[in-house]
C-alpha cells in the first residue's frame, strides 16, 4: 500500500513540530538555516520594487522591468471584443480576446458526476461542484471516492 503523501487530502495529517518563534506545536511552513518556522511567523523576504521603489514582498520578477510587488504586478489588460470593454482577459480565441464576464466556458461531461457542466479542471475533466466538494474534502461522497 502506498504512502499518502503530504499535503493530500486524503485524511494524511502532516507532522506537528516546536515552531522556534512562538514555541508552539504547529505545521511548519519554512525551514531557515535550521529553525522551523510557522507560517503565522514566517515573513517573506523583502526587496526593492522596480514599479514603486518601496521595500516589499516581490509578487513577480518581470524579466524587463525587474522585480514588483502585489500592488505594481497586475495582469495586462485588453478591450474585450464583445462587450467592448477594457478589462483583464480570460480567453483568446481566434484572434478574440474574451474578458471574465464575457466567457463562457466549454460544457463538457464531468468525470465524477457525469452531467455536463462547465469545468473547473480539466485533467480529470471536474465540473465546479465536484471540485469544490472535493476541496472540502468530504469523502463520505460516493462520487468524491473515485478521484
Known amino acids: 500500500m502506498k504512502k499518502p503523501r503530504p499535503g493530500k487530502r486524503n485524511g494524511y495529517q502532516p507532522p506537528l513540530n516546536k515552531c522556534s518563534q512562538c514555541g508552539k506545536r504547529k505545521r511548519i511552513f519554512k525551514k531557515i538555516k535550521g529553525k522551523l518556522i510557522c507560517r503565522e511567523h514566517y515573513q517573506a523576504p523583502k526587496h526593492k520594487c522596480a514599479g514603486c521603489g518601496k521595500i516589499k514582498v516581490i509578487n513577480y520578477n518581470d524579466p524587463k522591468l525587474g522585480p514588483l510587488c502585489y500592488d505594481c504586478y497586475k495582469k495586462p489588460k485588453h478591450r474585450c471584443s464583445i462587450c467592448g470593454q477594457i478589462a483583464v482577459i480570460a480567453k483568446r480565441n481566434q484572434k478574440k480576446l474574451i474578458c471574465h464576464k464575457c466567457y463562457i466556458p466549454p460544457f463538457k461531461e464531468c468525470r465524477f458526476c ?16 465536484c471540485y469544490c466538494r472535493m476541496r472540502n474534502n468530504n469523502h463520505n461522497d460516493s462520487r468524491t471516492r473515485r478521484f
Do not use: D, V
Open 114 to 129: 457525469h452531467r455536463e457542466r462547465p469545468l473547473a479542471t480539466k485533467n480529470p475533466p471536474t465540473c465546479n461542484t
